[in-house]
């Protein structure tokens, strides 16, 4: 059974930092993704890595700013946020495609798994 379990979620003021992690079991998985909701929004991309670690990708609005990376050996994957602006604050998921010669997805659909999310709250 797979699972993907957030945590490290919390309020902050602007620009402070956090940092969420995503344990991850059950099977392989070619990437695994940070992805956001924020309130009345659609869902959206963040960063995702490589399982493989060899790429990464990032939203524009986070270039700079964010640092997606994975621990292997503990099959968990970090979302590092600094600089959180008021515009950062969402529901952040987890979310992992299947293990497959598959590039890294943007598009939430094309996800096949994903955590119950972490609330990430910045206040002014």
């Known amino acids: 059974q797979v699972q993907l379990v957030e945590s490290g979620g919390g309020l902050v003021q602007t620009g402070d930092s956090l940092r969420l992690s995503c344990a991850a079991s059950?099977?392989?998985?070619?990437?695994v993704g940070w992805l956001r909701q924020g309130p009345g929004k659609e869902r959206e991309f963040v960063a995702a890595?490589?399982?493989?670690?060899?790429?990464?990708k990032y939203d524009d609005s986070v270039k700079g700013r964010f640092t997606i990376s994975r621990d292997n050996a503990r099959n968990t994957v970090y979302l590092q946020m600094n600089s959180l602006k008021p515009e950062d604050p969402a529901v952040y998921y987890c979310?992992?495609?299947?293990?497959?010669?598959?590039?890294?997805?943007?598009?939430?659909?094309?996800?096949?798994?994903w955590g119950q999310g972490t609330q990430v709250t910045v206040s002014s």
């Open positions: 979310a992992a495609r299947r293990l497959g010669l598959l590039p890294i997805a943007v598009a939430p659909t094309s996800y096949d798994y």
């Open positions: 890595i490589r399982w493989s670690g060899d790429s990464t």
């Open positions: 059950g099977r392989a998985f070619s990437s």
